[in-house]
């Protein structure tokens, strides 16, 4: 079951450009974990951003989490033609009986040169 | 060590074959997962291991047979596959199987059914 849902699906820009990708869920969250997939690679993890927490930074990368609004984005600042990639969020839902994370659709982020 | 390695990169096979996907990890994680991710789709959960034991099968045909042969390692065998079967075929790990955890992802195996 999809929990997730990434805006927008594809984003273009510039490179040195800041992106800006946002992921909307259904049901409350334990946690939500942003990763990044370079073309037909395996996954890469970002950050973890925990329920009580409201934002998080790693490098160029800045996650903010709205609990209220079912939200959180990811900011990635400054951006490099290395970090055209798909980005998945992929959230605990609070009734998780099965302990599995669940990833949304993705972003497909496109640096251009 | 942070690795998770899988073998091999490249699968063709016909719908009568037998084969096997292999992982690796060293870095002590008692969870291993295998997801399936079809082209701009998400990965979508296979099966979880925790501890060595099944803990997850999300109803997976029969045709896909996970196996763990201790900590470290995971296979996934495939007998009949169908074309719609062909994919790109990860393999995680994480220190346990809560979801707190953050996973580690192989490669891949790109597997084609023919």
């Keep these: 079951s999809q929990q997730g849902e990434e805006d927008p699906q594809a984003l273009s820009i510039q490179e040195g450009e800041n992106a800006t990708m946002n992921c909307s869920y259904?049901?409350?969250?334990?946690?939500?974990?942003?990763?990044r997939q370079n073309s037909g690679r395996g996954?890469?993890?970002?950050?973890?951003?925990?329920?009580?927490e409201r934002e998080k930074h790693s490098g160029r990368l800045r996650v903010t989490l709205d609990t209220s609004k079912k939200s959180s984005s990811?900011?990635?600042?400054?951006?490099?033609a290395a970090d055209t990639a798909?980005?998945?969020?992929?959230?605990?839902p609070d009734m998780n009986r099965d302990d599995k994370i669940i990833f949304g659709k993705g972003t497909r982020l496109h640096i251009l040169p | 060590d942070t690795e998770v390695t899988q073998?091999?990169?490249?699968?063709?096979?016909?719908?009568?074959?037998?084969?096997?996907?292999?992982?690796?990890q060293h870095m002590g994680h008692r969870?291993?997962?295998?997801?399936?991710q079809k082209a701009k789709?998400?990965?979508?959960?296979?099966?979880?291991?925790?501890?060595?034991?099944?803990?997850?099968?999300?109803?997976?045909p029969s045709r896909f047979s996970p196996e763990c042969p201790n900590s470290s390692l995971l296979n996934l065998h495939l007998h009949a596959l169908q074309p719609e079967d062909s994919a790109l075929y990860l393999c995680a790990s994480s220190q346990d199987d809560r979801p707190t955890y953050e996973q580690y992802f192989?490669?891949?195996?790109?597997?084609?059914?023919t």
């Design chain 1, 26 to 35: 259904k049901t409350s969250i334990n946690n939500l974990q942003w990763y």
């Design chain 1, 43 to 52: 996954l890469v993890h970002l950050i973890l951003i925990r329920s009580n």
């Design chain 1, 74 to 80: 990811l900011l990635i600042t400054a951006s490099r």
């Design chain 1, 86 to 92: 798909s980005y998945f969020c992929a959230t605990d």
């Design chain 2, 7 to 24: 073998t091999p990169k490249h699968l063709v096979m016909g719908m009568t074959n037998k084969k096997s996907l292999k992982c690796e």
């Design chain 2, 31 to 36: 969870a291993m997962y295998w997801y399936k």
């Design chain 2, 41 to 60: 789709k998400p990965p979508e959960l296979m099966f979880v291991y925790s501890y060595e034991k099944l803990s997850i099968n999300e109803s997976v």
């Design chain 2, 106 to 113: 192989g490669p891949g195996t790109r597997l084609t059914v």
